[in-house]
């Protein structure tokens, strides 16, 4: 299974960027699928995950209120819809799944720049 985030572009302070995450395959309802950043120099860092079976969210307080992650079924993609940007949200976000406790399937990331 392979998952491939895009979206990531350069984008001015106060903008919104929408990241998507699609699996090569449709994954069961037993995944969760997660969207992680990681900055300059330092670890990846959790920031929501969705259930496939319940869609139940889970949002990084970091985040709350500026970034949505929802997913369509139909599509088999998730989605990470991120408003009012800031600089310090710049770094490579990468989506990631699991269906035990640890996410342990992970894609390339795509690089979010804001910058004016």
């Known amino acids: 299974v392979q998952l491939q985030a895009s979206g990531g572009g350069t984008v001015q302070p106060g903008a919104s960027l929408r990241l998507s995450c699609a699996p090569s395959?449709?994954?069961?309802?037993?995944?969760?699928v997660g969207w992680f950043r990681q900055f300059p120099g330092k670890g990846r860092a959790f920031i929501a995950s969705v259930s496939l079976s319940t869609s139940m969210t889970y949002t990084a307080d970091s985040v709350v209120g500026r970034f949505v992650i929802y997913r369509d079924n139909a599509e088999n993609t998730v989605y990470l819809q991120m408003y009012n940007l800031e600089p310090a949200d710049t770094a490579v976000y990468y989506c990631?799944?699991?269906?035990?406790?640890?996410?342990?399937?992970w894609g390339p990331g795509t690089q979010v720049t804001v910058s004016s």
């Open positions: 990631a799944a699991r269906d035990g406790d640890e996410f342990d399937l």
């Open positions: 395959v449709r994954l069961s309802s037993d995944y969760h």
